[in-house]
């Protein structure tokens, strides 16, 4: 008797299918923004069609080839899947190995992310052109998924003084530097961006100034490294002057060329100063127009740093400026500011905070990020012809 031959079960064919997926040939649930598959996974979900005209879908290129393409990273993602709150700040690191106590702090960790005062123009350069490239690391290197875990879980605990955040920041942490310490030791052009990747997640979810100028002078040196030997990377942004205010080197003595004076005031009356300014500056620009370039927010890290002033430890103090760190790391690197007058004068008065807040800094690092301060303002006051605005009483560069 022959064999009944075996029909395959037809199913109804989906147009909302995630690329990711079909790429992999396998059947996607089209949810949003993470299917199950790449949910399960960790992979990156790239789940909505950009407009059928788009030159990006004339070749359809291999998500690890895209990825590796800095031109071709930031236009396909920025095509295919547009920012949203469900995006900025969180998309799941690889799954696998990760407890689902820790995965479920990575998702809280969203939401706390999101509520933080750091213009909307910063969240957007997170999630359309650095998140892909994250994920993609996490799924490749155990430190830079064990990193980022870690620092989700130091969001929590400085957020809800979770017990539960603070020993999966500690486990995951641990994790992190075990292989951190494999690559660094077999580190090789390949691996630069996932020791680069891991080091700023350590340095995020550090517990003090000590530990965290570690990290920082690591990933400073892998920077330079980068550039100097031409390494092949995916963050070519971070390798030029436009980042400069979180590379340390503690041994690089040379002069910038820019100095400043802003110990004559006390901070207390510096900050005075600066509210001043920005509310006499509030009153000749358009409510909307003020909203959109992220004036409320930077009038959020003023008030935020003040209170940094009150606080009696100088460890204290460190876990209160996480905020700052991050406008500090993320704001030079947001693009939209670039062609923007008013994005400009708002870089300038951020800088301005900046010199404010050098009494809190270590001193090496304090020295350094004052004079990148300092020239930082004396262009901006240049290109967008501002003095009188920036006039404040602790501000007399030499």
């Not at 359809?60 to 031109?71: E, F, G």
């Not at 209160?320 to 670039?338: G, P, Q, V």
Request: charged share 15%.
């Amino acid at each position: 008797m022959r064999p009944v031959p075996k029909t395959r079960r037809p199913h109804k064919r989906t147009n909302n299918g995630c690329i990711t997926c079909k790429q992999r040939h396998v059947r996607c649930d089209g949810r949003t923004p993470y299917c199950r598959n790449c949910s399960r996974l960790g992979k990156t979900c790239v789940s909505h069609l950009p407009n059928p005209t788009s030159s990006v879908l004339n070749t359809v290129t291999p998500l690890d080839a895209i990825l590796h393409s800095q031109k071709h990273t930031q236009e396909f993602w920025v095509a295919t899947h547009q920012p949203t709150a469900d995006t900025i700040y969180y998309s799941a690191p690889h799954h696998r190995g990760i407890p689902s106590a820790a995965l479920a702090i990575v998702q809280q960790s969203r939401s706390i992310s999101l509520a933080r005062s750091i213009p909307h123009q910063c969240l957007q350069t997170i999630a359309r052109d650095y998140v892909p490239k994250y994920n993609y690391l996490a799924s490749q290197y155990p430190c830079v998924k064990h990193a980022l875990v870690s620092f989700a879980a130091y969001s929590v605990l400085q957020a809800t003084g979770s017990r539960a955040s603070h020993l999966i920041c500690l486990q995951q942490g641990h994790l992190a530097i075990r292989d951190l310490q494999k690559q660094v030791q077999a580190f090789e052009g390949k691996n630069a961006d996932a020791v680069f990747v891991a080091s700023v997640a350590m340095g995020s979810a550090a517990r003090d100034w000590d530990q965290w100028l570690v990290y920082v002078v690591a990933y400073s040196k892998i920077l330079d490294r980068i550039g100097k030997e031409g390494v092949s990377t995916i963050f070519p942004d971070l390798v030029t002057p436009r980042f400069q205010l979180l590379r340390y080197d503690p041994t690089d003595t040379c002069d910038l060329g820019c100095g400043t004076d802003n110990h004559s005031n006390p901070a207390g009356n510096q900050l005075d100063l600066l509210r001043a300014s920005i509310g006499n500056l509030k009153i000749m620009v358009d409510e909307a127009q003020w909203h959109a370039s992220g004036f409320p927010e930077l009038e959020g890290l003023v008030e935020h740093i003040s209170k940094a002033f009150l606080l009696q430890t100088a460890t204290a103090q460190f876990h209160h400026l996480a905020l700052l760190r991050s406008w500090l790391f993320w704001l030079d690197l947001s693009s939209l500011f670039e062609n923007e007058g008013l994005g400009k004068i708002l870089r300038g008065y951020f800088y301005l905070l900046v010199l404010v807040a050098t009494p809190l800094y270590p001193q090496g690092f304090a020295q350094r990020v004052a004079k990148v301060a300092t020239c930082q303002t004396l262009q901006i006051q240049a290109e967008v012809e501002v003095e009188k605005l920036f006039e404040c009483a602790f501000w007399h560069p030499c």
